[in-house]
C-alpha cells in the first residue's frame, strides 16, 4: 500500500495528528477495522462521497473505502543526518515512505515548549529539510563510490544511475530538494529506485490553534507561500480539534464541526491531499454485496488496475467492462448505463479513469 511519513520536529504536534487520523470514526467506518500494524503505524480510509452514491444507488450491503497508510516518525532532530541518537533509524523509517507529511508548529502556546524557543514554522520546515539534504547528499556520495567500477565496466544502468546521482547532487548543493530536479519520462523509474529524501513529495501540515482552525494564522499563510514557491501543497488543520472529532461519533461530529464553522473535518482534506500529492486515483467495483473504492496511481492499465484486486485478474485478464462514474450516477445505476449503451468493453491497453466503475472478465 501507499504509506505516508508525518514528520516535524518535536512538540509540533505528530502524535496528537496521528492519535486522531487511527481514531477517527472515518478510519474505523464501513466494516473495515482500523488496523494497528505497528504502534506508529495505521491505516486509515480515504473519504469518497462518491462511493456512498454509488453504494446507495446498487443497494451494496458493504461500503469498503479505500486505505492509506500513515507513519508516525518521531523524533526526527538537528544532527540526524550525522546518526545522533536514534536518527539514521528515523532516516531509514522515511526513505520507505512515498510521500512525506511535514507538520509545522503554527500555534503559539507558551505552555507547549519549542525546541527553538520561537513558533516560526518556515524556519522549522528548514531545519529538517536541511537534515535531509545532508543525508541524500552522504548517500549519493557513498552510492557515486560503489558505482565507479560498474561505470568503468560499461553497464548501462549504472552510467544511467550515476548521471541521475549527478544531477540529483548539484541540485542540492545549490540548496535545492532533489523534487526539484526534471526528470524525463524514460529515468523515472530508475529515480525512483534511487529513494532520495528530498525527491519524496511533501504535504505541509499547519497545526493552528483551536480558534484559528477555519482561517488559518500569519504563521500558516507563510507556510502557504513557501509551499507554493516549492511545488509542494499545504493544509491548515488543529490537530487538537481533530483529536477531539476523533473521539465523536459521525453525527455529534458533523455538530461539532458546524459550531466551530468548518465544512470538512481537517483530517479529511489531510488524507484527500495526501492521496492527491501521491498521484493516486479510485476506481470503484460495484454490487449488491459490496461497493468498493480501489488504489491505483494515475496512468495505470486495466490489467493493472485489475490486479490490485487479484494476481490471477491481472494474469488472466480479458476485458474491463467500464461505465464512467458520471454515467453509473445519472442513468442511475449498471443496467440503466448498459442499456443506454455506456458501458464499455475495454481491452488490455485501456488507462483506467478516476471514478470507472469496473468489471473484470478474466481467464482463471
Ligand atoms: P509531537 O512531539 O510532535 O508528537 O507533539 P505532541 O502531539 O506530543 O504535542 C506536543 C504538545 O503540544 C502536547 O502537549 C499537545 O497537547 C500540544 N499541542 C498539540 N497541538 C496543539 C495545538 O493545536 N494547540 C495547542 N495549544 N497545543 C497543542
Redesign the pocket.
Known sequence: GFKTGIV????????????ALTRTAAAQAANFPFCTIEPNVGEVAVPDARLDRLAAIAGSKQIIPARMTFV?I?GLVKGASRGEGLGNQFLANIRECDAIAH?L?C???D??THVEGRVDPVADAEVIETELMIADMESIERRLQNLVRKVKGGDKEAIAQERLLKTALAALEQGQPARTVQVADEDARLWDMLQLLTAKPVLYVC????AEAAEGNAHSAAVARMAEAQGAASVVI????E?EISQLDAEEAREFLAELGLDEAGLDRLIKAGYKLLGLQTYFTVGPKEARAWTIAQGTSAPRAAGVIHGDFELGFIRAETIAYADYVTLGGEQAAKDAGKMRAEGKAYVVQDGDVLHFLFNA
Open positions: 516535524g520536529l518535536p512538540n509540533v504536534g505528530k502524535s496528537t495528528l496521528f492519535n508516525d518521531a507538520v508548529r500555534f503559539e502556546d505552555d507547549v497545526n493552528v490553534s483551536e488543529s490537530a487538537r480539534i483529536e
